[in-house]
């Protein structure tokens, strides 16, 4: 009799799997990144002369600016529709004034980038134009939107992958800016 | 209007199929006759209501409807009216409209192809059958009806997506869909009989040409979604292990070995409990297959958009429908009697090596697809599994596999001789082992992967061809012989499509600016040019690219790259030049001029030897099933197994 309860045995803990495996996102890859000190970069800033010579005040940014701060930063294009979704969310965080917010404006052209800003609002402190995807690289950067939290030290604390919702942003950034920043 | 129609009807099948799952197999406990009889015209009214109800979605996509929500999120009104019908199933909903609309056909073939059974197991059948419907139904109503408003409705819709705007997706779905969800008539046999008490040779015989008939489709609807992906995607492979390609193929698999176990249940009256389990776990895997599209638990090129709550609903009725069988197997199977005793050199035994193999392939097939959400769940890390591990499994798997279908067809129920045996297949093997030798070097260098493809190949084409020869002595065979043949003789046509493209293609990708040439398999692939071509909803970028042997041009090929209006994303249209022994493929990458200047182009230039075998070895295999299936005897004998069933 017992062998015959095998089978119902195994789909069991299967389905027992398969439930714990309903609550997970399979797309989420943890990033080697987090915990580790955020890549440096100088790249020139989007509101910038890009005709300027590199010595100039105020035309390139480096995450070296932030040292002692709490900052985020957040990789997004024009050319990018989920970036589309989150921006109001982003406008809204910029209105708290919590922390500054640098843009990664990634493999994306000036003027469209300029425009998207003009048309949408702009939430940065600052963007910065990563033309050719270099840093983006450094960043491991597989899906635009992405944010990075990078605390005081500069390391980063925290990736997000595709848009910040408002719920990822109530619950797990707001709470950890705060905790950085004490 | 006319979706609300469509929504009233989706519910009142819902309700029938209540019905028609609840009073029959009441009845049919009790022996109320008029319960019973209840069964047939449920089922019939069951599949009107779906059909109208399916036939109401497809005129919401021709007329361009897009105050329908799935319509506006899957259509387009500059979209062919072809593909405006097809995007039917083109996303969740309506795949999942199709899938119910299947099984109510299939429902109907039984309450009309069910004459010669007896009453009360037909009322069974039937009434498992509404019950699995009646859970897909509740399924769409609840978490994703076709026919939900958009309000205010959409001034155009989204477009189907690029990818699936192709004749592919006219006929894999529904080809698919029927083979997945045939599986659910033996499943139903089999419950019904577990149910009834009843599990004998009878039994056996009436599932066998059902689960065949399945088993076709499944064949095909997998050889077409294969031959999709290669000439769609623009990679040139035929197979890539994809976690929705598994979960199509872990049924075929255990299919396979549920018509081979039927064999000895109807012949021989053992395995019976083995062929219950093994029918139960076929429709099992089909359910398991649609948990893991529909969910969104696995990622994979198929994965639809997730909605928790649709994956939370899928894994309550995979529950409660595979446990619910299971447990009924594990009440009933005890008390079933064993059947003819069987020596160790004998078909059964023989089948039994089939059937272990084909499980154990599909086992791992299952684990390999399931292990990344396993560890997952288990919080020991994100990983994924591939080819590699799927190749290295299944491979060894299939070589005992290969060798034995040659054998197994010579042996002789309860007992064989083994001697015997290998007289008759000496010449076989010879014959088998002069390919291995021989036959790579005449088309290409010889590696020992390339060697045993053929060898076991050959060793399949030519104890096939002794055994029909052997036959034919002794009059012309019925149709079931020619059908197993010829479904053995696809294997082989198939190994040696495998093993010739694994071991001889060659992939090129190269630069090209017009006039440039590639050399690949003796061929000259030379650019004409690029030029840009309007489409009905969108522009494509058509090259010219000749073929040409020996100086004499063989074709002309147009390769695309397509920018749809809709999506930023360009989709490749690959071109294939294909032969009985090879297939030349071409496929545009990227622009690699700077805007205005002449084109440079990157192409991806593939020489595929003897890849059409692939598929033509499914299509013997189809084929084969469809012979085997529509065999005299069931028409006759089915009615003298009624007859005695009615006496008893």
């Not at chain 2, 990622?299 to 447990?327: C, E, N, Q, W, Y």
Request: aromatic share 12%.
């Amino acid at each position: 009799m017992k062998r015959f309860l095998i089978p119902l045995a195994l789909f069991m803990v299967l389905a027992v799997f398969l439930a714990l495996g309903l609550n997970r996102n399979p797309s989420e890859v943890p990033s080697p990144l987090v915990g580790k000190p955020a890549p440096m970069f100088t790249l020139p800033r989007l509101d910038a002369d890009p005709q300027a010579p590199a010595g100039t005040a105020n035309a390139s940014f480096s995450p070296k600016d932030m040292a002692g701060k709490v900052w985020l930063l957040n990789v997004w294009a024009s050319w990018c529709v989920s970036c589309r979704v989150e921006h109001p969310v982003l406008v809204d965080f910029a209105k708290l004034n919590i922390a500054p917010l640098i843009g990664l404006d990634y493999k994306d052209q000036r003027a469209d980038a300029k425009g998207w800003l003009a048309k949408f609002g702009d939430p940065y402190t600052l963007s910065v134009v990563d033309a050719d995807g270099r840093v983006g690289i450094d960043y491991g950067v597989y899906g635009v939107p992405e944010t990075y939290v990078i605390d005081k030290a500069g390391l980063i604390r925290f990736k997000q992958i595709g848009p910040v919702t408002n719920e990822i942003l109530q619950t797990k950034i707001l709470p950890l800016i705060k905790e950085l920043q004490r | 209007m006319t979706p609300e129609l469509g929504q009233l009807a989706l519910i009142l099948a819902f309700l029938v199929a209540l019905i028609q799952g609840v009073l029959p197999i009441v009845g049919a406990h009790r022996g109320h006759a008029g319960w019973i009889a209840l069964a047939r015209p449920a089922a019939q009214t069951q599949f009107a209501l779906i059909l109208f109800s399916f036939a109401c979605l497809m005129q919401a996509f021709v007329a361009n409807d897009f105050s329908v929500a799935y319509v506006a999120g899957h259509s387009n009104s500059k979209l062919p009216t072809m593909y405006r019908a097809s995007a039917v199933w083109g996303g969740h909903e309506g795949s999942l409209l199709l899938w119910v609309l299947m099984l109510s056909g299939w429902t109907l073939a039984v309450s009309l192809f069910s004459r010669q059974l007896p009453q009360a197991m037909v009322a069974r059948v039937i009434g498992v059958l509404g019950l699995v419907s009646a859970g897909f139904l509740m399924f769409m109503l609840f978490t994703s009806d076709p026919f939900d408003r958009l309000l205010p409705a959409a001034a155009d819709g989204q477009d189907l997506n690029p990818l699936l705007q192709d004749p592919g997706l006219v006929f894999h779905p529904p080809m698919l869909y029927m083979g997945y969800v045939g599986f659910s008539v033996a499943f139903a046999f089999a419950i019904a009989a577990l149910l009834a008490g009843r599990l004998d040779a009878a039994w056996a015989r009436w599932s066998r040409p059902w689960t065949t008939v399945a088993w076709v489709f499944l064949t095909l609807g997998i050889a077409l979604g294969s031959y999709w992906a290669y000439y769609e995607l623009g990679w040139g492979g035929w197979w890539f292990w994809d976690p929705v390609e598994n979960a199509s193929f872990t049924p075929w698999l255990v299919g396979t070995a549920l018509i081979h176990s039927l064999a000895v249940t109807e012949k021989r009256g053992s395995f019976k409990n083995w062929t219950v389990l093994l029918a139960i776990c076929a429709f099992s895997l089909s359910l398991l297959g649609t948990f893991l599209v529909r969910s969104g638990v696995l990622t994979s090129v198929h994965a639809f958009a997730a909605d928790p709550k649709r994956g939370v609903f899928i894994l309550l009725f995979l529950t409660v429908v595979i446990g619910g069988s299971l447990a009924l197997f594990a009440w009933r199977a005890p008390k079933v009697s064993m059947g003819g005793a069987f020596g160790v050199v004998s078909r059964e035994t023989l089948l039994l090596i089939n059937n272990v193999l084909l499980m154990v392939a599909a086992a791992s097939v299952l684990l390999g697809t399931l292990y990344p959400l396993l560890i997952d769940a288990l919080g020991l890390g994100k990983l994924s599994v591939g080819p590699p591990y799927f190749n290295s499994v299944f491979m060894p798997l299939m070589l005992p596999l290969l060798f034995l279908i040659a054998v197994g067809p010579l042996a002789r129920w309860k007992q064989a001789d083994a001697r015997d045996m290998a007289q008759r297949l000496r010449l076989a093997a010879v014959l088998a082992v002069i390919a291995g030798i021989g036959l790579p070097f005449l088309i290409g260098a010889w590696t020992p992967l390339v060697a045993l493809g053929l060898l076991l190949a050959v060793w399949i084409f030519a104890s096939t061809a002794f055994q029909i020869r052997e036959r034919l002595k002794s009059g012309w065979p019925p149709r079931s012989f020619w059908g197993m043949h010829a479904a053995h003789f696809g294997i082989a046509v198939f190994v040696v499509g495998v093993t010739l493209v694994k071991g001889y293609e060659v992939e090129k990708d190269v630069r090209m600016a017009v006039g440039e040439t590639v050399e690949i398999g003796g061929y000259t692939v030379k650019l004409l040019g690029v030029n840009q071509v309007p489409g009905p909803n969108y522009v494509a970028q058509r090259g010219d690219v000749e073929l040409s042997k020996g100086g004499q041009v063989r074709a002309v090929l147009h390769p695309e790259k397509r920018n749809y209006f809709s999506s930023q994303m360009p989709m490749t249209e690959t071109a294939i030049d294909s032969g009985f022994t090879r297939d030349l493929y071409v496929s545009l990458g990227e622009p690699l001029n700077a805007p205005g200047a002449a084109p440079v182009w990157s192409v991806r230039v593939y020489y595929k030897p003897f890849i059409v075998w692939i598929w033509g070895g499914c299509l013997f295999m189809a084929l084969g099933g469809a012979l085997a299936a529509s065999d005299r005897r069931y028409r006759l004998k089915v009615k003298q197994q009624a007859l005695q069933g009615a006496a008893a």
